[in-house]
């Protein structure tokens, strides 16, 4: 299964440190894993991304719940290796020159994956053109364009200048960087000894070619008027055959990458089901999502896992033996990263939450489809569950997009509900959901909720980290929860799954599935009879710790896509 050139994977975003503020949630969190497995199984990969020196944001949320954004401050020569290499691309008629900066990411075995930051915040450069590189998912539609076009274009001019001439494939994580194929469409050609891009150089470029998209919404396939983009990219040999990436007169970036790629997956089986409704005319494999490991275990499990299963960091797979730990053991290191959540709670809100009460969390990005407010449709019947079945508390966190109003209204209509719960129920969201704070989420609470409006869902991985935490998830059949759940084993379906690729958004059903699982099943499990809770908590570390990994995930894409 050996690698002999270069995997090139390219990410608007990597989330790959804590206190580099350089993703905005999932995709980039996804990206960072990915490529710490590469190095822990020493695949030859080089990634490549954009250096947002101002961040995403950090939110800050009022007394109702307004959010804020302030840029997010952070000194890139304390994590960062500047290259001496230059590349430069030509954004409406003006040369941009770039740079990279170096940060190299060690593997289980010292393997090294570098990842490139690419930079415009150069004093060669203009005072638009320095800041193009700054905002992650920031400005307008130019912005978003210039943005595409250093990441595909200057990104792989990069990669040439730093000498990585060996590339085998070009593995694109979204369609954000899709304008790399216009470099390798032009490179074919003038190969071939000809001016005009041919049928040959369609099949050399995708025979190089990887595509992984991640979403069903459409928010999340960029698309750009061709008029933008003949302006602000100029007349490009691409351009003359607009069947690649033309759609109602746009630049669709999602387009443009499938027609350019030899293999193409969805993130799980069912959104690979969503995505062959979507584009028809395509192959769409998939290849279910992962979280690295040994990133998202919380210490506790760590010290119970290297004593239990020494090899668990370097062969994910051996965490099926999880089976053999006593409940006791589990339980214990269980205790320890929820009082760490919960002290980190009451420190941020001074709500006073209990570590000796079920605890409940929800960590998303808040968006309409993601549904975070489901659990307060019936506020009556949650405090009638609270005082007849068992208390519980709740743990929410989460952004939304600068951009997205009703996103923002769901902040506000959680803080009005926690509002009206209060005190029987306590609620806490917490403001600036990163990589830390997800981190002690996901290890910390005794119930993960996911309640999407299905089948928006493609993959999800915040209950990947619960699971190998021994926290067992409450979801709906959506995502990747369709393959990790087994009933009353792994975790908690919410309703059932649904047929076909239709959207479908029953809250009235969905929440009152939550109400009865939590009623009838969960908080009985919980209180009285600990160590049924506990074997939930084992089968999810044994049976979807060991599979829903990133170390699984690598190795399939290296003998589906990467291989020959």
Not at 297 to 319: A, G, K, M, V, Y
Not at 417 to 432: H, L
Request: hydrophobic content about 40%.
């Amino acid at each position: 299964m050996k690698i002999n050139q270069t995997i090139a994977y390219f990410s608007m975003e990597i989330g790959i440190d804590p206190e580099m503020p350089t993703y905005s949630g999932g995709l980039g969190i996804l990206a960072g894993d990915t490529v710490r497995s590469a190095a822990d199984l020493g695949v030859p990969m080089v990634a490549v991304t954009l250096l947002h020196r101002k961040g995403y944001f950090r939110q800050c949320l009022g007394e109702d719940g307004t959010q804020t954004e302030q840029p997010v401050s952070w000194t890139v020569e304390d994590k960062l290796t500047e290259m001496e290499s230059r590349t430069m691309v030509v954004l409406e008629g003006i040369t941009v020159n770039l740079r990279a900066w170096r940060y190299d990411v060690v593997g289980a075995t010292g393997h090294i994956v570098p990842i490139y930051f690419i930079d415009s915040d150069l004093p060669e450069n203009g005072d638009e053109q320095r800041t193009l590189t700054n905002h992650l998912y920031g400005g307008d539609l130019k912005y978003r364009i210039c943005q595409e076009f250093i990441l595909g274009i200057g990104g792989l001019r990069m990669l040439r200048a730093l000498g990585h001439a060996d590339v085998r494939r070009f593995h694109m994580n979204e369609g954000h960087a899709s304008f790399l194929t216009f470099v390798l469409l032009a490179e074919s050609a003038k190969a071939a000894g000809r001016e005009e891009i041919a049928d040959e150089d369609f099949g050399n470029v995708r025979d190089r070619c990887i595509f992984t998209t991640h979403t069903p919404v459409p928010a999340g396939h960029d698309k750009f008027p061709i008029e933008l983009a003949e302006r602000v990219i100029g007349h490009h040999k691409a351009f003359k055959v607009k069947d690649l990436f033309l759609e109602n007169g746009e630049v669709n970036m999602t387009y443009l990458a499938l027609n350019l790629s030899r293999y193409v997956n969805g993130v799980a089986k069912k959104h690979g089901e969503v995505s062959r409704s979507m584009f028809e005319n395509h192959e769409i494999d998939s290849i279910t999502n992962g979280v690295h490991a040994a990133t998202w275990t919380c210490p506790s499990f760590q010290e119970l896992f290297d004593r239990h299963i020494p090899f668990w960091r370097e062969d994910n797979f051996s965490l099926r033996h999880a089976m053999g730990i006593p409940s006791e053991e589990i339980w214990h290191a269980h205790l320890e990263a929820k009082r760490a959540l919960i002290d980190y709670v009451n420190a941020e809100t001074g709500l006073g939450m209990d570590p000796n009460i079920l605890t409940i969390g929800f960590a998303r990005r808040v968006t309409a489809y993601k549904r975070a407010d489901l659990l307060f449709e019936d506020i009556k019947r949650l405090k009638k569950i609270a005082r007849g079945a068992g208390a519980f508390q709740i743990v929410f966190a989460g952004k939304a997009h600068p951009k997205d109003e009703p996103g923002k209204d769901l902040i506000r209509s959680i803080y009005k509900a926690a509002a009206q719960m209060n005190p029987e129920i306590k609620v806490a969201f917490i403001e600036n959901y990163n990589f830390t704070l997800g981190a002690l989420i996901t290890s910390g609470v005794d119930i993960w909720l996911n309640n999407p409006k299905p089948p928006l869902e493609a993959s999800g991985t915040s209950g990947m980290k619960s699971a190998i935490n021994g926290v067992p998830s409450l979801s709906i059949l959506d995502g990747w929860w369709i393959e990790g759940c087994l009933e009353g084993q792994t975790g908690w379906a919410i309703g059932g799954e649904v047929d076909g690729v239709e959207t479908a958004d029953d809250r009235d059903a969905d929440s009152a599935s939550i109400y009865d699982k939590l009623e009838n099943v969960i908080i009985p499990l919980y209180y009285g009879d600990r160590d049924g809770f506990i074997d939930v908590m084992r089968v999810a570390i044994a049976v979807n710790g060991s599979y829903f990994n990133t170390q699984r995930m690598m190795q399939e894409y290296v003998v589906r896509a990467y291989l020959d």
